[in-house]
């Protein structure tokens, strides 16, 4: 089945570490997203890419860290400069941009 | 910034009803897409209609554009108590510093037995 992985599920956080979102697609689609959800709102756009080796910062880029070596894989990594990461973080692929988007299933951070 | 914003908030009604969500935005747009949000689960795509349309049909959804008025509407015929979620309209807006996707703050349908 095609689809978007998004794993951990859960992840924890101590302060001062970083830590990785891993996001993979077998949907050959070129273009992909990160996005942050909190309690009771709509998605923010964290980075975005529409061909490998380059991405785009998002509508709230900083503290966070993005790489597109390869079409099916952008991991996130949220540093220790995100100062509020707890929230829930979404990943999806479109085939083009301006086409529906295909979501993970998303992983919830947490700060321990 | 977010573009879309859904009216209502939330939405309580029983099974069999109709439900109708709306959506309004503030710029040009070149489509608009609604999904849906289970709880703790990632969103899943429902229908996207283009600028140039006016409406547009899926199984038990029905989606309306009105360019003039920068406004679309969901509405959700017979519904069933599957049918609760988020619905979020996400207008695909064209835009100087890049044509990008937004989502509102969405809508949360509870279908009650």
């Known amino acids: 089945d095609g689809g978007i992985t998004q794993s951990p599920k859960y992840l924890f956080r101590k302060e001062g570490q970083n830590v990785t979102l891993s996001c993979e697609q077998n949907?050959?689609?070129?273009?992909m997203y990160w996005y942050r959800q909190d309690p009771g709102q709509g998605l923010r756009l964290i980075y975005y890419?529409?061909?490998?080796?380059?991405?785009q910062k998002g509508d709230i880029a900083e503290g966070y860290s993005v790489s597109r070596e390869k079409k099916e894989s952008f991991p996130l990594t949220v540093t220790s400069a995100q100062k509020n990461p707890t929230a829930f973080y979404l990943c999806?692929?479109?085939?083009?941009?301006?086409?529906?988007?295909?979501f993970g299933d998303g992983t919830r951070l947490s700060i321990l | 910034s977010q573009q879309g914003e859904e009216d209502p908030q939330a939405l309580s009604i029983q099974e069999g009803e109709n439900a109708t969500m709306n959506c309004s935005y503030k710029?040009?747009?070149?489509?608009l897409q609604w999904y849906r949000q289970n709880s703790g689960r990632g969103l899943v795509h429902l229908i996207l209609?283009?600028?140039?349309?006016r409406e547009k049909h899926s199984g038990r959804l029905r989606v309306t554009l009105d360019t003039s008025k920068k406004s679309s509407s969901l509405l959700i015929t017979a519904s069933r108590a599957a049918d609760t979620a988020s619905y979020f309209c996400?207008?695909?807006?064209?835009?100087?510093?890049?044509?990008?996707?937004?989502f509102g703050t969405g809508t949360q349908l509870k279908v009650e037995l």
């Open positions: 999806a692929s479109a085939e083009y941009s301006n086409q529906p988007q295909h």
């Open positions: 949907l050959n689609h070129d273009a």
């Open positions: 890419s529409q061909i490998v080796n380059d991405f």
């Open positions: 710029t040009s747009i070149n489509n």
């Open positions: 209609i283009r600028s140039n349309e």
């Open positions: 996400a207008p695909y807006i064209l835009a100087g510093g890049g044509n990008k996707l937004t």
